[in-house]
């Protein structure tokens, strides 16, 4: 199986900071991979597949790159509203693993 | 615009058994595969179960594979998630997801998630 290993677990930042976050794969997963964020209570929300392109409607300042079996989250300057926790999940093999998350905390 | 509403969730004793719904809207069900995904009290989440659009293959982890039984109805526009031989460590919101691509065969993303429905395992 398909490990995904998200770093940080948690990241404090401020407003306007820019925010990266990694995900690492077992094995490579060419660009089968998207993010995803969440806020407390609720559902997820697609923001990344296909490891780069941007789900509609996503904020133009949220970013994916990479390929293989490392990938990165960028948010370029970070808003209030992006204060949530981050998941990626690969879909290279018939499954969705997803990484452990990564909260974006206030500083 | 897309709607998922799951139901079924409550408490039930280890050993038990459990029958989740998911009723969707706004758009063509029996096109989409559909998955559950579900999520431990503070914890991540965790992928359970896919169907394909037409309900041909089915696709799980380990960690559910002989307990867990996924299945749709087209004519209802209802996905359903049998879970039996519960556990404490099932407690979880399980929520129902929509695959982004149209006529997929194996799973993918998720585009569109329900609110979710809680299942507790306590004696």
């Known amino acids: 199986d398909i490990q995904m290993t998200q770093s940080p677990s948690t990241l404090s930042a401020s407003v306007g900071d820019r925010v990266t976050i990694t995900c690492r794969a077992s094995?490579?997963?060419?660009?089968?991979l998207a993010w995803y964020q969440q806020k407390p209570g609720k559902a997820p929300n697609l923001l990344i597949y296909?490891?780069?392109s941007l789900e509609s409607g996503v904020p133009s300042r949220f970013s994916g790159s990479g390929s293989g079996t490392e990938f990165t989250l960028t948010i370029s300057s970070l808003q209030p509203d992006d204060f949530a926790t981050y998941y990626c999940?690969?879909?290279?093999?018939?499954?969705?693993?997803f990484g452990q998350g990564t909260k974006v905390e206030i500083k | 615009q897309v709607q998922l509403v799951e139901s079924g969730g409550g408490v039930v004793q280890p050993g038990g058994s459990l029958r989740l719904s998911c009723a969707a809207s706004?758009?063509?069900?029996?096109?989409?595969?559909m998955h559950w995904v579900r999520q431990a009290p503070g914890k991540g989440l965790e992928w359970v179960a896919f169907?394909?659009?037409?309900?041909?293959?089915?696709y799980y982890p380990d960690s559910v594979k002989g307990r867990f039984t996924i299945s749709r109805d087209n004519s209802k526009n209802t996905l359903y998630l049998q879970v039996n031989s519960l556990r404490a460590e099932d407690t979880a919101v399980y929520y129902c997801?929509?695959?982004?691509?149209?006529?997929?065969?194996?799973?993918?993303?998720?585009?569109?998630w329900g609110q979710g429905t809680l299942v507790t395992v306590s004696s």
């Open positions: 169907i394909q659009y037409d309900g041909s293959n089915k």
């Open positions: 094995q490579s997963i060419s660009r089968w």
């Open positions: 999940q690969q879909y290279n093999t018939y499954s969705g693993t």
């Open positions: 296909k490891a780069s």
């Open positions: 997801a929509k695959d982004h691509f149209l006529s997929g065969s194996y799973p993918y993303y998720f585009d569109y």
């Open positions: 706004g758009f063509t069900f029996s096109t989409y595969g």
